[in-house]
Nanobody, 124 residues
Framework: QVRLVESGGGLVQTGGSLRLSCAAS????????MGWFRQNPGKEREFVAG????????NYADSVKGRFTISRDNAKNTLYLQMNSLKPEDTALYFC?????????????????WGQGTQVTVSS
């Protein structure tokens, strides 16, 4: 059974940094693209960043380009999201997700497994 567990969220001031992690189990992690999404109550889930299985391709939402970096360690079955220069509008519940394929898109319907999320709160 595929399991994704996020960690690393918390409360940070504007301009601060956080590093999210997502530990995967029950899947051949290196075969699949992965992604990060975020969501606030009453709002649609929003794509943040994605990475292909071989780490050769990454893609980002325009709102986080230049501030966030997605990476993965296939030997550790772990996905990361380094978030720098955080803004209050980055406040959300952050989810990691497994792509159906070896690459990643920005569409949540192309991901088939999701973690429970980790809360990121950026204070102004």
């Amino acid at each position: 059974q595929v399991r994704l567990v996020e960690s690393g969220g918390g409360l940070v001031q504007t301009g601060g940094s956080l590093r999210l992690s997502c530990a995967a189990s029950g899947v051949t992690f290196s075969d699949y693209g992965m992604g990060w999404f975020r969501q606030n109550p009453g709002k649609e889930r929003e794509f943040v960043a994605g990475i292909s299985n071989a780490i050769s391709n990454t893609n980002y939402a325009d709102s986080v380009k230049g501030r966030f970096t997605i990476s993965r360690d296939n030997a550790k079955n772990t996905l990361y999201l380094q978030m720098n220069s955080l803004k209050p509008e980055d406040t959300a519940l952050y989810f990691c997700a497994k792509s159906r394929w070896s690459w990643s898109t920005d569409t949540d319907s192309t991901f088939d497994y999701w973690g429970q999320g980790t809360q990121v709160t950026v204070s102004s």
